[in-house]
Structures are given as C-alpha cells and as structure tokens.
C-alpha cells in the first residue's frame, strides 16, 4: 500500500511478527497498570447540563472565535482551569 523505508519495513515486520520482548519487571507492570488507569481517569468525560445566559454564550462564542477554538471547548477549558486551582473567582460583598 505505501512505500516503507528499510526501517520502517523492520519496523512493520517486527510488529506483525510480535518479536517484541514483553517486560516481566513488576514494578513496571505496577507502574504500567497506574499510569492507564490514571489515563483513564484523565480523559473521562461527564455530560452536564448548565443554563446560562444568552448573553454570556454570546461573548464566550465571540472568545472562543478569536482563539479558533471551538466554544465547548473554552467553556471546558475554563471549568477545567478552575477545577485545579489554576484560576480562581473572587465575590465581592458589595455585589
């Protein structure tokens, strides 16, 4: 289908052939099963629903526009940045 440098060509043999050395290290194995789980903890996704303003869609379409991202996307990244700490609120009192 594609033309394969030499490397590459090994590459692929070697993959189809499974000559690959699996790693019986147990802290390895340990440290492997951590780190998918922690990826799968990472990147799980929960749908909510929230009821915002017409207006503040508007200006977070606006925003995300300028950025060329999606504005789902901003508005995650946000409650994202809040989430760990990166960004905070600050509520006034005489607000």
Known sequence: MF???PEEQEFE???TKESFAKINDPYYVEQ???AIQY???TLKRKQVTIR???SDIEAIKEESIKLWIPYQN???WLIHQFATGRISIKF???E
Do not use: E
């Open 92 to 94: 006034s009192q005489n």
């Open 39 to 41: 990826a799968k903890n």
């Open 32 to 34: 492997k099963k951590k």
């Open 13 to 15: 043999d070697a993959l």
């Open 3 to 5: 033309d394969l440098t």
């Open 52 to 54: 915002p303003f017409a």
């Open 74 to 76: 901003l508005i995650t």
